[in-house]
């Protein structure tokens, strides 16, 4: 479901290290190797089973002529995947190519708060969570999680992303504590069978930390949002 923008919000764009232009999703087109530097402690481990699934094997259909978004969750404090959700969107034709294609919108809580990541290119919502300032808020968009048991964990990683990118909003973390923290949920998250399909072709990743709950920090709610991207060009 499209959930159209506040005119009456400040809209905000991140945009951090790009390695290369993104090709169309789908295929075996992969130009780029993986982003250097990702080494990461040891991370929790999450609930999918390894399996000796094929990597060849197309588990998440993406197509070809759109661009794809999946949103990951995780726990906060444990590093838990919670689920996950996939959705297709018109090609982009105002794209900038060195990043993921968001308008962000943060609201911030007098009592009642809420952020959301759109793309760019159609103002379509892929994620909308809300904050709630000394409750908890709920993640509206995706409206849909597929469970844990959905996915596969294989036993190898797929070839990195073109570039990750990091949406520390709320500054719960400072910059450098968030990409630590970020990296290590990748280590536990890269070798999930979406992750496979997405790096078929090239791809970025990037990371948010939701806060339900602000005022004072409730980090038992707070959520890891995980979004795999990758791009058809008009």
Not at 89 to 101: F, L, Q, W
Not at 121 to 127: I, Q, Y
Not at 161 to 176: C, G, K, Q, V
Request: proline share 9%; aromatic share 12%; with cysteine.
């Amino acid at each position: 479901m499209t959930r159209p923008l506040r005119r009456d919000c400040v809209a905000l764009v991140f945009v951090t290290i790009s390695v290369a232009a993104l090709g169309g999703c789908g295929g075996n087109d992969r130009k780029t190797a993986d982003v250097p530097g990702t080494a990461t402690p040891t991370p929790t481990d999450v609930a999918p089973t390894t399996t000796a699934t094929p990597q060849n094997e197309t588990r998440w259909p993406l197509d070809p002529d759109s661009v794809n978004f999946a949103v990951l969750v995780a726990d906060y404090p444990t590093g838990v995947f919670e689920g996950g959700a996939l959705e297709a969107y018109a090609p982009c034709s105002r794209c900038d190519e060195g990043a993921i294609p968001f308008t962000i919108v943060y609201n911030p809580p007098a009592d009642f708060g809420d952020i959301t990541f759109a793309y760019t290119e159609t103002s379509d919502v892929v994620f909308h969570g809300t904050i709630v300032w000394m409750g908890t808020g709920k993640i509206k968009q995706p409206s849909q999680f597929e469970d844990p048991g959905a996915f596969e964990m294989l036993p190898d990683a797929p070839a990195g992303p073109t570039s990750f990118e990091y949406f520390n909003i709320h500054e719960i973390l400072d910059d450098a504590a968030f990409q630590v923290h970020a990296l290590a949920l990748w280590a536990s998250l890269k070798k999930l069978d979406i992750v496979a399909d997405f790096a078929k072709s090239d791809y970025r990743v990037g990371f948010y930390l939701y806060p339900p709950s602000v005022g004072s920090f409730d980090p038992a709610p707070a959520k890891w949002v995980v979004f795999l991207y990758c791009g058809a060009t008009n």
